[in-house]
């Protein structure tokens, strides 16, 4: 059956955001190792702290920031200055007035793609933040529905699949993470290319060995990749 | 024409929300003022610094925790003790886990409208506390859609029941706040019934005098208020 609609996920995939993150995790080190016990792995308390807080918080910045000063707190024990939670307020600020970084070849591909398939951006994250960047990116045009939800799972892209009125064989997702933009979609019978973002977040990292997907090098390729199905 | 579809707000309109809120400021009154300089409004300090926040925060408990955090170091000029912080921490992440409680009658009024029209949920705030409040608030099952928008304005609206194929004339909406849940439906044509909540936001309060909507003291009265219509 031929491929009608295409999804694309948005951070990493249509422009810069992971790199973002990895500034201020080494921001965060720099600030909160002086205050932390000798020997404590400051990256990794951080990176703890996210993974408990994920279900309560979600994704995005805003839950970032909150667990980065929460992190700060425990990993020094409570004796990190306020100044520290000051210029961490700042870094947060700063990820969430970022202008846009559109990834190379991505207006192209959106223009030429966009001819022949209805297109859909499907991204996690936070509800403000992803708007924005959707709507400043000067790539919105091209999409037919934006979807921000909490978890892409396969529950979620099965209700979207409804929801847009396209059977999953109809459906591919394209994006930088096998986790949440490969993994569920294969689960329901739909199509997904997986085009790497030279960063992962640790938490989206899987393994996805066993599974038989293509994966392209960059998302220029990703027209006569569609062309060849 | 007759009224097909119902657009429910959810905080303070199917559930309590305002309410946490105002404890959590009087917590911050209380934890701040000791900090700030003498005479410094702290409760005024932290409403501004909300407003000053919302474009880039938007909506939700994270939003209010980030700018919580923020005014205690603004207002205390720096001199907030980091055990303050990690309180705040504890009341926003109590905000996000509490259980929803359910507004008297709520429960019986979506059973009986949802016989006869279609419900959708349109809510402002954040993304994963929104979407927790509904799946856990024993409500879901009433509503064909679930919308979480940035901001309740006259396009949204309109965005809105274009995706669900309804004419203004035909879409009711239902809520605490004459901002969000009534004028911006007014402007586009539709209906809208006002069920005021004993606490308002004070960025929510608005002056709408000027203009005609019905006002109801329960949301037990709208079931009659629709068979009137």
Redesign the interface.
Same mark, same amino acid.
Not at 126 to 129: E, K, P, R, S
């Given at each position: 059956m031929t491929i009608t609609t295409i999804g694309f996920d948005a951070d990493d995939t249509l422009w810069h955001n992971e790199d973002g993150f990895r500034h201020v995790e080494e921001r965060f080190v720099e600030l909160v190792s002086p205050h932390a016990g000798r020997g404590v792995d400051v990256a990794a308390g951080l990176s703890a702290t996210e993974l408990a807080n994920l279900r =309560?918080?979600?994704?995005g910045v805003?839950?970032f920031?909150?667990s980065l $000063? +929460?992190a700060a707190?425990t990993l %020094?024990g409570? %004796?990190?200055? %306020? %100044?520290v $939670?000051?210029q961490l307020?700042g870094e947060?600020?700063d990820l969430? +007035?970022a202008p846009v970084r559109v990834l190379p070849g991505v207006p192209e591909v959106l223009a030429a793609v966009s001819d022949t398939h209805r297109l859909v951006l499907i991204t996690k994250g936070?509800?403000?933040?992803q708007?924005r960047k959707i709507t400043t990116s000067g790539l919105a045009h091209h999409f037919h529905d934006v979807e921000? =939800?909490?978890e892409k799972d396969p529950e979620t892209y099965a209700s979207i699949l409804a929801r847009l009125g396209v059977k999953p064989e109809e459906f591919c997702m394209v994006g930088n993470s096998v986790k949440s933009d490969v993994v569920p979609l294969l689960t329901i019978g739909a199509h997904a290319v997986h085009v790497p973002y030279p960063l992962t977040w640790a938490l989206e990292l899987t393994d996805a060995s066993h599974l038989d997907y293509d994966e392209l090098s960059s998302i220029s390729d990703f027209p006569a990749w569609l062309a060849a199905q």
């Open positions: =309560v918080y979600g994704y805003k839950a920031g909150l $000063i +929460e707190l %020094s409570g %004796s990190v200055p %306020s %100044s $939670i000051g307020l947060i600020r969430l +007035e936070d509800l403000i933040h708007t921000v =939800v909490n």
